[in-house]
């Protein structure tokens, strides 16, 4: 037993390195310690000015002491935990190398004897096996500790990197933002301040002016002094440029709503340039997409199908290919996709949260009507009860509402249905693996089917109903802008535009219009209407028109400002619809010839082998003439078992890439899934 103490050992010090994660009682105790111990060190280090610059651009909620203390505390503790598991590691290297009747060194080629030799107990004297386990445990220490080191440095430069494209990705919705509101007549520091309260919707780049905001309202810093600070810690080139140029007007004393005027120009036409770059780089992994991941594994089975039929088998081979390779290939392939086109998407987030920085809070709502402190008190205790059954409530008034806004509710039906179907389609599960896949292989489909059937269903219902409220948008904002621009107040603005004729979008400004009707303010309203659309579209513009209601009854030229952005917006989403359409079309004639190749070998090739087979068996062939002599033992059915699995794997995946390359989204891909994976079941039902 006390041979496994200094391995428990090294463990708990690994638990203490992941204990404050979940803990915040450890969490303060390990900085406390940290500090104690390297805080003077990392306060004089010649490294203290860089490392300090990179946590102010991965927005690291930590002072630099405290970070880089608890760093050298991780690296000092998994060096111990790290030379304490080398030991246990050359250990295992000499019990494999000695295991058995025969060394398994004697099993290694020739070339690596010599290095085996080293790891042989019974030819090392004791000195050597000291010196090898003192190597060992160094290198042991020195990769644990070095590695976490470079690696909690390493997690930031990563962070600073992906922040940096989130900002540039937000940052011309961000411009259209302090320039519309710079047209309403607010201060620039009032500006800084609304779009700080607007994080849920523009993303990284507001959250950077927090830090603007910040230093102005905590430490008295200036606008102008904050702005260059900004530029000099960001992680981003174009919040950089930005922020100087707009320290350089204001110090200047020039005006600040034809330079951002500029700017917005600037950046929409930027946006376009960025498009095709972006289009560009789609239609390039597409590309890379169908040669690497459907032709090459193609490729692949094919030759490995023949070589396996007529000279060695190679089942597992193509096993392999179909269910890791093709998978893991898919996986890694949407993550860097996913990781490359971040600097080109719209960071802007859902209206699940808060839009206008106004929002209700019932347990400090102020109550009007009542007799005592006791009764506001009962009130506010029925509020607080309300909230915490809304969800259900929700669910049993608007049924229709909720499951179309959460999609994947779909699944707490059809994921049972799915598995009470396998279990009545399946006679046995009590089958040896290779029977059990071919009998489970059309039930499994069968519900994928209708799993990911239903769920993309409900989701393309609701992001259509979402694509034809954000078509009218830009309408919706014209109109409102020139009502206003006429004379009439916001509220008898926006009763004239919700009784006008907009399509799906007349529905939802209506109940908006009811409403205030009923004594909610204009900015609650606005903000129901852009929990209820939950598009991104809708929400940047509510945000535009609530602050700027607060300014100035006068919103007309920021409606205007947010119609032309809307307008912009919808038309580089319909000119990327209808470039990759063609790239979408690709992945499904791809998919075509790889499932038709798949059916050919199922009906034609392994048929018309399995016949050669049987006249190799009866006729009386010469030695080396004909066929391999394993002809007669090829598993024909096994291989068609495996068509079928790889044609599904190969549907599932390609439908989930041409959604993301198609329409930016893997959840887009459900819906292509579904009708490849419809093709792959009828074409194999037709092939028995």
């Known amino acids: 037993m006390i041979r496994y103490l200094p391995f428990l050992f090294a463990s708990a010090l690994c638990l203490v390195v992941l204990i404050p994660s979940v803990s915040s009682r450890a969490d303060a105790l390990l900085s406390r310690l940290a500090l104690a111990l390297f805080g003077e060190y990392v306060a004089t280090s010649h490294k203290k000015q860089q490392q300090r610059k990179l946590m102010h651009a991965a927005h690291i909620a930590e002072t630099h002491r405290q970070y880089a203390s608890r760093t050298l505390l991780y690296s000092a503790i998994l060096g111990v935990a790290g030379g304490i598991l080398g030991v246990y590691f050359a250990t295992f290297v000499f019990w494999v190398l000695e295991v058995g009747d025969e060394p398994l060194a004697n099993a290694l080629p020739a070339m690596f004897w010599s290095i085996a030799a080293l790891f042989q107990l019974e030819s090392l004297s004791l000195s050597q096996i000291f010196v090898l386990f003192v190597a060992a445990s160094s290198v042991g220490g020195v990769v644990l500790g070095i590695g976490s080191y470079w690696l909690r440095w390493y997690i930031l430069r990563e962070k600073a990197h992906a922040r940096a494209s989130e900002i540039e990705a937000t940052l011309p919705q961000t411009i259209a933002f302090i320039y519309a509101l710079s047209r309403s007549g607010m201060s620039f520091p009032a500006i800084l301040s609304t779009l700080s309260d607007n994080q849920a919707v523009y993303g990284e780049a507001a959250k950077e002016f927090s830090v603007v905001v910040n230093d102005m309202d905590t430490f008295g810093t200036d606008v102008i002094t904050a702005l260059t600070q900004l530029s000099e810690r960001t992680p981003s080139d174009g919040m950089a440029d930005l922020s100087e140029n707009l320290a350089s007007v204001l110090g200047s004393g020039k005006n600040v709503s034809g330079f951002l005027h500029e700017q917005y120009i600037q950046y929409k036409d930027e946006s376009e340039s960025q498009q095709r770059q972006y289009l560009d780089l789609l239609a390039t992994f597409a590309e890379a997409y169908v040669t690497v991941l459907v032709a090459g594994p193609l490729f692949l089975i094919t030759i490995l199908v023949v070589i396996g039929l007529v000279l060695e088998d190679t089942l597992s081979l193509v096993r392999a290919i179909s269910y890791i390779g093709l998978p893991l290939g898919t996986i890694a392939f949407v993550v860097y996709v996913d990781s490359i086109t971040q600097s080109f998407q719209s960071g802007a987030k859902t209206s699940d949260a808060s839009t206008t920085g106004n929002s209700i809070s019932t347990d400090t709502a102020t109550l009007s009507g009542t007799d005592?402190?006791?009764?506001?008190?009962?009130?506010?205790?029925?509020?607080?009860?309300?909230?915490?059954?809304?969800?259900?409530?929700?669910?049993?008034?608007?049924?229709?509402?909720?499951?179309?806004?959460?999609?994947?509710?779909?699944?707490?039906?059809?994921?049972?249905?799915?598995?009470?179907?396998?279990?009545?389609?399946?006679?046995?599960?009590?089958?040896?693996?290779?029977?059990?896949?071919?009998?489970?292989?059309?039930?499994?489909?069968?519900?994928?089917?209708?799993?990911?059937?239903?769920?993309?269903?409900?989701?393309?219902?609701?992001?259509?109903?979402?694509?034809?409220?954000?078509?009218?948008?830009?309408?919706?904002?014209?109109?409102?802008?020139?009502?206003?621009?006429?004379?009439?107040?916001?509220?008898?603005?926006?009763?004239?535009?919700?009784?006008?004729?907009?399509?799906?979008?007349?529905?939802?400004?209506?109940?908006?219009?009811?409403?205030?009707?009923?004594?909610?303010?204009?900015?609650?309203?606005?903000?129901?209407?852009?929990?209820?659309?939950?598009?991104?579209?809708?929400?940047?513009?509510?945000?535009?028109?609530?602050?700027?209601?607060?300014?100035?009854?006068?919103?007309?030229?920021?409606?205007?400002?947010?119609?032309?952005?809307?307008?912009?917006?919808?038309?580089?989403?319909?000119?990327?619809?209808?470039?990759?359409?063609?790239?979408?079309?690709?992945?499904?004639?791809?998919?075509?010839?790889?499932?038709?190749?798949?059916?050919?070998?199922?009906?034609?090739?392994?048929?018309?082998?399995?016949?050669?087979?049987?006249?190799?068996?009866?006729?009386?062939?010469?030695?080396?003439?004909?066929?391999?002599?394993?002809?007669?033992?090829?598993?024909?059915?096994?291989?068609?078992?495996?068509?079928?699995?790889?044609?599904?794997?190969?549907?599932?995946?390609?439908?989930?890439?041409?959604?993301?390359?198609?329409?930016?989204?893997?959840?887009?891909?459900?819906?292509?899934?579904?009708?490849?994976?419809?093709?792959?079941?009828?074409?194999?039902?037709?092939?028995?």
Request: with cysteine; charged share 20%.
């Open 372 to 688: 005592s402190d006791e009764q506001q008190i009962v009130n506010q205790e029925r509020l607080a009860a309300y909230d915490r059954i809304k969800t259900i409530l929700q669910w049993a008034n608007q049924p229709k509402d909720a499951v179309l806004s959460a999609p994947w509710t779909t699944a707490i039906v059809t994921v049972p249905f799915s598995i009470i179907w396998i279990t009545f389609r399946v006679d046995s599960f009590f089958l040896p693996l290779p029977e059990l896949g071919a009998a489970i292989a059309g039930p499994v489909v069968e519900a994928a089917i209708i799993t990911l059937g239903m769920y993309a269903i409900v989701y393309e219902l609701g992001k259509r109903r979402t694509k034809r409220i954000e078509s009218q948008m830009p309408d919706f904002l014209d109109r409102f802008a020139s009502v206003n621009d006429a004379g009439m107040t916001v509220i008898e603005s926006f009763k004239r535009v919700a009784n006008s004729d907009l399509g799906v979008l007349t529905h939802e400004l209506q109940r908006t219009w009811n409403d205030i009707q009923w004594g909610a303010t204009t900015q609650d309203a606005l903000t129901r209407f852009d929990a209820r659309t939950r598009s991104p579209a809708v929400t940047r513009s509510v945000a535009l028109i609530s602050n700027a209601m607060r300014t100035s009854g006068d919103v007309g030229p920021v409606v205007s400002i947010a119609a032309d952005q809307s307008r912009s917006s919808a038309q580089l989403e319909r000119e990327r619809s209808q470039e990759m359409l063609t790239y979408l079309i690709v992945i499904y004639i791809s998919f075509l010839v790889f499932l038709g190749i798949i059916a050919a070998l199922s009906v034609s090739f392994i048929p018309a082998i399995e016949a050669a087979a049987g006249e190799a068996a009866t006729d009386d062939l010469p030695v080396g003439v004909g066929f391999a002599p394993t002809l007669g033992d090829i598993n024909a059915e096994a291989y068609l078992i495996v068509f079928y699995h790889v044609s599904a794997i190969q549907g599932l995946c390609s439908g989930l890439v041409a959604g993301q390359l198609g329409e930016g989204r893997v959840h887009d891909g459900v819906k292509h899934a579904t009708i490849l994976l419809v093709l792959t079941y009828v074409t194999f039902l037709f092939i028995g």
